[in-house]
């Protein structure tokens, strides 16, 4: 799976002077521009812009909202899950072999073939009796 980082900037808030372009929007255009080839070369990726608010203070004691207007990147991180080199198929252990005959009890149940056979039928005798506990004599 594909893992990002993300960073924000603040949007300009106004253009930066360019002869050649007439009207406001157009040198708005390309100051934003410039901003977003400036964070590509960078290798993010723009994703979008935000409004988000800010609680800041405001004269001594005072706090107000403000509104601040965020340009959102993200670039793909390369993670060591990508990247795992599985063993070759000689290197693997042949589990098809049958384990030896001295393997304990617990360990036998996970061994296919050695593990006995459930059944719904079992001796009456071989459960633990349940009930309240009662000193040894």
Same mark, same amino acid.
């Given at each position: 799976?594909?893992?990002?980082?993300?960073?924000?900037?603040?949007?300009?808030?106004?253009?930066?002077?360019? +002869?050649?372009?007439?009207?406001?929007?157009?040198?708005?255009?390309?100051?934003?521009?410039?901003?977003?080839? +400036?964070?590509?070369?960078?290798?993010?990726?723009?994703?979008?812009?935000?409004?988000?608010?800010?609680?800041?203070?405001?004269?001594?004691?005072? +706090?107000? !909202?403000?509104?601040?207007?965020?340009?959102?990147?993200? +670039?793909?991180?390369? !993670?060591?899950?990508?990247?795992?080199?599985?063993?070759?198929?000689?290197?693997?252990?042949?589990?098809?072999?049958?384990?030896?005959?001295?393997?304990?009890?617990?360990?036998?149940?996970? !061994?296919?073939?050695?593990?006995?056979?459930?059944?719904?039928?079992?001796?009456?005798?071989?459960?633990?009796?349940?009930?309240?506990? !009662?000193?040894?004599?």
């Amino acid at each position: 799976m594909q893992s990002y980082e993300y960073t924000a900037i603040p949007a300009p808030l106004r253009a930066e002077k360019n +002869r050649a372009l007439k009207t406001p929007g157009e040198r708005f255009g390309a100051t934003l521009a410039a901003e977003l080839n +400036r964070m590509a070369a960078d290798g993010w990726e723009y994703l979008r812009a935000d409004v988000l608010p800010s609680e800041e203070r405001s004269g001594l004691t005072g +706090r107000s !909202t403000v509104y601040h207007n965020l340009l959102i990147f993200r +670039r793909a991180i390369e !993670t060591e899950a990508e990247t795992v080199l599985l063993p070759a198929a000689e290197q693997l252990p042949d589990l098809r072999e049958p384990a030896p005959e001295s393997v304990p009890t617990f360990l036998a149940s996970t !061994t296919p073939g050695l593990a006995p056979r459930l059944s719904a039928h079992s001796d009456p005798g071989s459960a633990p009796r349940l009930g309240p506990a !009662t000193p040894e004599s």
